[in-house]
């Protein structure tokens, strides 16, 4: 029931006594998304105008939008000077993760949401685990950066160096549970409706399944596909923000 | 074969346990944050985007536990 999930197509090896496990359909899906964020990216550079005063095109004014959308709300409270700095990477970090999320509501076989799989989800979260720390010591310099860590009492440094790992495993398994519970439930749910009403309901049971199956699969498509993966994207974001602002300002 | 049915039945109780009862938290949580923001995006409507962010964040927060106890299902009916 669940063999689309993608766990049976995977290459393991064995380095050095530990088992490293790839999934072919999730690199190529993650890959997928690089490449039409890119395209995508160079379709609307090309509408840009080429001299100040030509009259907005419609590429220029979707890309004005969507970067004073981003400045206002993802960034509204960060300090000006970082958010020239973060604002390239917030934007790209938010459309790969709401891309790689509705990947997976694509109707073709195999085809899974790159951030279902643990790997991608929890990469995500390091990358975004660095960046703090590179931007904190740029921001204040690397004694100052480590010196964060003893404050707001010397005695609290395990604690810190805990909380910030915890902080992180937690930002990735968010992204990877949420969008995995959706996918699960998108399976499970018209199954489910399908196996109960043929067992309930005598004749007419099958057929009451299926009229019941579509509409169900849409709604469950809609709210855990679409809906979900944009507030996870967001939410992933906002997050990955915050960190960085609490290390950075 | 018996005592594999058993674990087998255990595994679908303790998933079924775990989640139903790891979402009770989050569910509660989620409702007064959400509560709480509109009731001060009702009173200040101005504020509205400052406050959506921070509800978002506390949303997310609030949910962590309720995605540990999904991983522990999952765990439990997949792995074990």
């Known amino acids: 029931m669940l063999e689309h999930l993608g766990k049976e197509l995977a290459f393991r090896f064995t380095v050095g006594g530990v088992e490293i496990t790839f999934h072919p359909v999730v690199i190529a899906v993650a890959l997928a998304v690089v490449v039409a964020i890119v395209l995508v990216s160079l379709w609307l550079r090309r509408g840009l105008p080429h001299t100040p005063d030509a009259p907005l095109s419609r ?29 390239p990477f917030v934007i790209t970090l938010f459309f790969y993760v709401l891309f790689c999320n509705w990947a997976g509501i694509l109707p073709i076989p195999y085809i899974v949401a790159p ?3 643990l790997n991608v989800s929890l990469g995500l979260a390091l990358l975004v685990y660095l960046l703090t720390h590179y931007y904190g010591i740029r ?6 950066h480590l010196k964060g860590y003893l404050e707001p009492f010397p005695f609290l440094l395990p604690l ?7 902080r992180t495993l937690s930002h990735g398994f968010r992204l990877f549970g ?3 519970g959706g996918a699960i439930l998108m399976v499970v ?26 509409p169900l699969s849409l709604i469950l498509n809609g709210w855990f596909g679409l809906a979900f993966g944009v507030i996870q994207a967001f939410v992933f974001t906002l997050l990955a923000v915050a960190y960085i602002q609490v290390t950075a300002d | 074969m018996e005592g594999e049915a058993l674990v087998a039945a255990a595994k679908f109780l303790a998933a079924g346990i775990c989640m139903g009862l790891g979402a009770i938290g989050p569910g509660v949580g989620e409702g007064i944050v959400g509560a709480h923001a509109l009731d001060a995006m009702a009173r200040q409507p101005e504020m509205a985007n400052t406050l959506l962010r921070t509800m978002v964040i506390a949303d997310a927060i609030a949910e962590t536990t309720g995605i540990y106890s999904l991983l522990v299902a999952l765990v439990l009916l997949f792995v074990v």
Not at chain 1, 60 to 82: C, K, M, W, Y
């Open chain 1, 115 to 117: 951030t279902q799989d």
């Open chain 1, 139 to 144: 921001a204040k310099g690397v004694g100052r």
């Open chain 1, 189 to 214: 749910a018209p199954t489910a409706t399908m196996s109960i009403s043929t067992a309930l309901v005598p004749v007419v049971g099958p057929a009451l399944g299926w009229t019941g199956r579509v």
């Open chain 1, 178 to 180: 949420n969008i995995l």
């Open chain 1, 160 to 166: 810190n160096i805990v909380g910030d790992l915890g």
């Open chain 1, 59 to 87: 590429r220029a004014a979707f890309l004005a939008g969507t970067i004073d959308l981003f400045e206002n709300q993802l960034l509204g409270g960060v300090s000006p000077r970082l958010v020239r700095q973060l604002l």
